[in-house]
């Protein structure tokens, strides 16, 4: 390639650019070798998607505390979470004291309404909240490698973040597994996998071989937790001859729901407000501690 078509690429380049980054265009001389010249412009590109992430991520398409909850819905409706196209979204309004994500993962065939109380009882002011919208007629490795470039993006762009806590709901369990598979990022994760049929995906994502989902060892940065219902309160897994929530997953902690708590059976919707609870509790607990360590003498 020679020099001048070299200067109209990185010309091109540059005016796909976000303006705010257009003063870090420094002209290149013919003095600079073809390698620097195309490290410039990568470079450049890194700045300008972690700017547009940013940007993504500050306005909330939808916002959780508007939604209703509902314990009845007809075949066509839908929550608003799931009217949101495919990836992770914002959930609501940013807040300017957060030190914590959270982030939710939907199950196969759902109107999303299951989400509405258990979110609106996990959120507050020091935690942002997100929602992940994925193709579960897919596998999920399709996917969640850019929402883990996502997340990670927020992570670098908020220090005040220590800690990240992902829910997946039944087959959105399945898809938190494979996310913590290759998760890297120092930051802690707490993930909580609800009802999740984690044993195989063979006939589970339209008959496709998605190869293996679980990770094999958990990092030491990943607490996961299995919660397990009975599964004659399954619909689906009810019919099955083995429970396809049992799996063997080394690091892990499981916790089995009775069939029955005050009266109410536990089914998988039941089991995701109870774990929402948990987790609220337990964070809040985790926070007056802090609190009361930085004011003792």
Known sequence: MTQKHLRKSIRQAKNRLVF????????ISQTISMRENWLRVKLLFAATLLFSTTQLFSVASVN??????????TEDSHSALMELPLG??????????????????????TDGFEWTRPLQTMDD????????????????????????QD???????????????????????????????????????????????LKGTVGVFND??????????????????????VPSQ??????????PQVVDLDGSLVISFPEVIDDNTVDSIRALEIVASRIQAEYLEAIEQSESVETQP
């Open 20 to 27: 705010g980054f257009k003063l870090l265009v420094v002209p």
């Open 208 to 229: 496709k071989e998605c190869g293996d989902i679980l990770p094999k060892r958990l990092p030491p940065t990943i607490r996961l937790f299995q919660w397990r219902i």
């Open 125 to 148: 002011e020091s935690t942002d909240t997100f929602f992940v919208r994925w193709d579960s007629n897919d596998c999920p490795n399709t996917s969640d490698e850019v929402v883990r």
């Open 234 to 243: 399954h619909s689906l897994f009810k019919e099955m001859s083995e429970d």
């Open 151 to 197: 997340i990670a993006s927020l992570l670098e762009s908020n220090e005040s973040i220590t800690r990240l806590t992902i829910v997946g709901h039944g087959m959105g369990g399945v898809y938190l597994s494979q996310f913590a598979r290759n998760w890297k990022a120092l930051t802690r994760l707490d993930g909580h996998v609800v009802a999740a049929p």
């Open 64 to 73: 959780l505390h508007d939604l209703e909850v509902t314990t009845t819905s």
């Open 88 to 109: 992770l979204h914002r959930i609501e309004p940013p807040s300017d004291a957060v030190n914590r994500l959270l982030i939710a993962i939907h199950d196969a065939n």
